[in-house]
């Protein structure tokens, strides 16, 4: 019988008592498990890609800070990720607000986002009370 993935998942979480991703690649080495085939163990290509996270997580960790309308500091990513021909890039954020194509782009992007995590969430009432209380 084959487990689908939440299965997979649940079982991995039952016999650990938590899930990490961590937990999931140690479950997953031995080539007989069924999400073995799920990940890259060629460490020649998956070097390459776990650099690139890396990549990404630097990027993503440089902030500007900036005056907001309470006159107060606060911070904001130095880059932001603009899509760009089928994937996606990073500009620095004052060319994105400096350029009405770019920031209509960007914007757009966030409105996906927003939404998305809308459906994810729009069960979860606490949810909302956060949503509200941040707006207030």
């Known amino acids: 019988m084959t487990l689908d993935l939440r299965e997979q998942l649940t079982s991995i979480y039952e016999a650990r008592g938590q899930l990490t991703p961590q ?22 290509i998956a070097g390459p890609k776990y650099r690139l996270i890396q990549a990404q997580e630097l990027i993503r960790s440089v902030k500007v800070i900036y005056r907001n309308g309470a006159d107060e500091d606060d911070h904001l990513r130095a880059f932001v990720s603009v899509p760009r021909d089928g994937g996606f890039v990073y500009e620095p954020v004052e060319r994105v ?40």
Request: net charge positive.
């Open 23 to 44: 937990d999931v690649v140690d479950e997953a080495t031995p080539k007989s498990h069924p999400l073995h085939n799920r990940f890259e163990w060629n460490d020649k």
């Open 97 to 136: 607000v400096e350029n009405d194509v770019l920031t209509k782009v960007t914007l757009q992007a966030m409105e996906r986002e927003w939404r998305s995590m809308r459906r994810r969430y729009a069960r979860f009432e606490a949810f909302w009370k956060m949503v509200r209380a941040d707006v207030a």
